[in-house]
C-alpha cells in the first residue's frame, strides 16, 4: 500500500521498470509520468542511468552489425548445391 | 548503343553470383532463420528475384548488397511464414529474470557495469561484431528476430510484429529482452576481455 502510494505521488519505479521503460524510449515516445519516473529512479540509482546510456549506444552498434560482419564464415554451400543453384539461375528468363 | 544508353551504370554477372555471393548468402539468410534449408530456399527465392529484376540495379550499391538487400526482405517472408502457426504463448510473463529480486530491484552484482560508449573504442573494432553477433546467436529466435528487424533492418514496429505473429506490446517486451541480454552478454564476453579501463577497480 506504501507502495503504491509513492508510486502514485512520487512517481517511484523500481530497476526492474525502469529498464523496460529506457526501451520503450527507444521505440515510441513516452509521456511526462514515464520520463519522470526514470528521472527520478535514476537519481538515485547508478546501474540504471549506466543503462539508460548504454542502450542507445547499442542501437547504434547494432545498425552498424552488418557492415562490420562476415556472413562468409558462418556457412557455406556444397558444390553440388552451387552447381544446382546455378543451373536453376540459367533457367531463369531477365524480365524486361 | 545499349551502353550508350546508361554509360555510369556498372554491369551486374549473375553467372558469377553463386560463385562470388552464394556463401555470404547463405550465412546471412541461416544467421536470421537459423534453419538450413530456409535458408537455403531464401537464398535461391532471392537469386532468382534478383535474376529476373536485373534491370532495377542502379549501381549505387555494390553487387552483394543489392543482392543483400533482396534476400533481407526472402528472410522477412521466411520468417511471417514460420510464425504464422505459432501463437506467441511465453511472452507476457518473465519472473524468472535474476537480475532481479521479488521486489523488482537489481540483485547485488547484477547492475549494469559502466563501459566505454566511446566510438573508438569497440564500435570500430571488427572483432566486436563477431561479439555482438555471437550474442546475438544467444538469445531465442523470436527476439533475436524482432531485434534484428526492428534495430538492424529498422523496419516499421507494427510490421515486425505482424512479421513474429506478436501484437505490438508483445514486440516491445521483446525488444527490452533482446537489449537487456544483449547488453549483459556483451559485458560479460566483450568489455570485461577487451577494456579493462571500463572493469570496475576492486574496492
Redesign the interface.
Known sequence: MRMLFAKIVFHF?????T??LF??K???PLNWRQRLAIRMHCLC????S??G???P??????????E??????????TPE??AK??E??AK????? | MSDAASPSKPALNPESWVDQHGDYLLGYAMNRLRNRSRAEDAVQEALITAFKGQEKFEGRSSERTWLTGILKYKCLEAMRKNWREVAASDIATDDNDVDFDERGHLRPGHAPESFSLEPGASIDKKEFYDALNSCLTGLPERTAQAFVAAEIDQEPLDGVAQTLNVSLNNLYVLLHRARKTLRGCLEKTWFAESDPAAVKPSA
Do not use: H
Open positions: 519505479i523500481q530497476c526492474r521498470e529498464m523496460e526501451s520503450l527507444l521505440d515510441k540509482c547508478p546501474g540504471c549506466k543503462y546510456e548504454q542502450l549506444w547499442l542501437r547504434t552498434a547494432a545498425r552498424k552489425l552488418e562490420n560482419f562476415n556472413y562468409e564464415n558462418l556457412a557455406s554451400f548445391e552451387k543453384l546455378k536453376v539461375l531463369q528468363e531477365p524480365e524486361s
